[in-house]
């Protein structure tokens, strides 16, 4: 399978899995990812750089409303940071996560 249709169906599985179930089917699917995903190259890099992906694509879609920028100037403001740091830091969320998640199941699985 050609690299850029694995992100592109990695990422939408991570949007669509917290769309669906909400922000903890990011660890299971990057849980999972990590299992399988073992003859891909950069298993783990692959997996968080794509639960970002399909995190951001989520954002921006919700961005499109009134809501997003309220949200963010009221959280910076309670976190003494700027809607552009709140921002870097809601992407940051899900990269941490799944890279921890699938790289547990990655050292579980790898023969090594």
Request: charged content about 10%.
């Amino acid at each position: 399978m050609s690299t850029l249709i694995r992100i592109v169906l990695l990422s939408a599985a991570y949007a669509f899995g917290a769309l669906a179930v909400g922000w903890w089917s990011l660890p299971v699917t990057a849980f999972a990812w990590g299992w399988v995903g073992t003859k891909t190259p950069r298993p783990v890099l692959t997996g968080a750089v794509c639960a970002m992906l399909g995190w951001g694509a989520l954002m921006l879609f919700d961005a499109t409303g009134t809501s997003f920028a309220a949200v963010a100037g009221g959280v910076g403001a309670v976190l003494k940071i700027n809607g552009a740091a709140f921002l870097e830091l809601s992407l940051i969320f899900p990269f941490v996560l799944a890279f921890c998640a699938a790289g547990c199941a990655h050292a579980l699985v790898r023969k090594d």
